[in-house]
């Protein structure tokens, strides 16, 4: 994923369509005819289909058809700031999730659909709870999943793995092991592009996550007094300085970048064992390193269980889904709703995002998921997701913009060891 902003990442990756990507051609440009359900989204050459297939099959029987517009993705989140309220507002509206959407929530901009899906049960129940819990505002639901999932992994190098004589590591203290083994060995135990923050964020979520469950995070969320300074927040962060003490991400992590595709490349050539990194990297492999999945030696598992921790060792971080929303202020909202529930779920729009390369976050996919090309890997993300307890989206999406730059720049100073895990929680409660 190509990312600098807190919110991009959930749509990006290298450039097949396992996720939306970032695009520089401009879809429509305004509002459609009057009298319609307005749809925006991102412009996807990928996705746009998809959708576009979708609403052609839903204007079929539709009393009031659908329209999309589509804006580039750096224009997209400000023109719906500015619209949302306005009568340039679009009916739905294409949003991330999480933090993200609930700030639409407390401006009272989205339609609460909890009762629309208590309605439908057949409808809610096609989605992955863990997913469409992302779309849930203090305990109200205001969006459907309308993509793929992209849960962060652990891939590692089966070739390097297997010359050191190792498994891949199921537990936090066997991949101390390993850092250790493959430091004698000369191989960079783990791949880091610690020039970009949103890259170290991985380690502390899942670390917290184990140690300390989902809760630990969600009161952060909530802004609870002394979240950040919880002894699991700490511990956590203590788990991640050692980690780069201890050698793990060799010695120039903070120089290395994701966005030119050089540490999946590390990963690929022999020179790391393993990499954290959402499943989008799948297709930055694919697209850089083709030779490297097609032999089979590129390996993924979950993060290892964190033994003695309180947290689910099947829960998962990372970007869920992206969602649709409806419009507080549609002039026609049940129509709205209705091209959500006749669409998003659908076969066909689930078999589109499928042919696409992505993982839909519904249920009862795994035989079509087993026909794909590299089966091994899309139905191992599915059920990854679908067996997760939790799917906790990525911090800097679930935060304010404010508290996410200033969490990223800290998470840079700890793994360079320039700040300590109290001195962080310091200065993050001070962005409460």
Known sequence: MRRRTPWPRVIGSAS????????????????????????????DAAVNPIVQSGIDTYNESAETPAELVTYVNDAYKQRLQVALGSPNAPDVFFNWGGGNLAQYVEEGQVVDLTDTLEANPGFRDAFLP???????????????????????????????????????????????????????????PITLPGAQGWTELMWLEYLLDRVGGADKFQAIVDGEEGAWSDPAVIEALRMCQDLADRGAFGTNF?????????????????KSAMFLMGTWDFST??????????????????????EGGEGEPGAVVGNPSNYFSVNADSADTDAAIDFLTGTVASDSYVEGLIEAGQVPAVEGIEDRLSETDHADFTTFTYNLVADAPSFTQSWDQALTPATSEELLTNLQLLFLGDLGPEEFARAMEGKR
């Open 16 to 43: 097949l369509a396992l996720v939306l990507g970032l695009t520089t051609a401009c879809g429509t440009s305004g509002p459609g005819t009057e009298g319609g359900v307005e749809v925006w989204a991102l412009e």
């Open 130 to 188: 863990s997913v469409l819990d992302v779309a849930r505002v203090e305990g109200r639901y205001y969006g459907v999943p309308m993509l793929g999932v992209l849960p962060v992994v652990l891939f590692y190098n089966k070739e390097v793995f297997d010359e050191a004589g190792l498994e891949p590591p199921a537990t936090y203290d066997e991949l101390l092991d390993a850092v250790d083994v493959f430091k004698e060995e000369g191989v960079t």
């Open 254 to 270: 903070a120089s290395i970048t994701y966005d030119n595709a050089s540490a999946s490349s590390l990963l690929a050539s022999g």
């Open 285 to 306: 492999q694919m697209d850089n390193n083709p030779d490297f999945v097609e032999s089979g030696d590129l390996g993924f598992v979950p993060f290892p269980e964190v």
